[in-house]
Nanobody, 122 residues
């Protein structure tokens, strides 16, 4: 499966962005999708995950209550709605697929997409 993240950009602190992860090839509905991010000079970190059906989700503590992950299997797309953005959310955001039904908090994945830059100004 090929994954492509989009929707990044420059936003002021307190603003919102919605990222999209679109898949092609494979059976999208059989992959848990994780959003990960990597800031300059830092390791890649887990942000959010959503199960095959979309009924199970998981979030990093740093984004709970601000970010919402969702998916539309008919469109082979996963979304990350990011509200109340902070400068520390600045990073390249990646979506990644795992051949597992469980939305666990991990940076390990079977498939990776190209990232999209999110920059939050103070």
């Amino acid at each position: 499966v090929q994954l492509q993240a989009s929707g990044g950009g420059l936003v002021q602190a307190g603003g919102s962005l919605r990222l999209s992860c679109t898949a092609s090839g494979g059976t999208f509905s059989r992959y848990t999708i994780n959003w990960l991010r990597q800031a300059p000079g830092k390791e890649r970190e887990f942000v959010a995950a959503i199960s095959w059906t979309g009924k199970g989700t998981n979030y990093a503590d740093s984004v709970k209550g601000r970010f919402t992950i969702s998916r539309d299997n008919t469109e082979s797309t996963v979304y990350l709605q990011m509200n109340s953005l902070k400068p520390e959310d600045t990073a390249v955001y990646y979506c990644a697929g795992r051949s597992s039904p469980f939305p666990i908090a991990t940076t390990q994945s079977d498939y990776w997409g190209q990232g999209t830059q999110v920059t939050v100004s103070s």
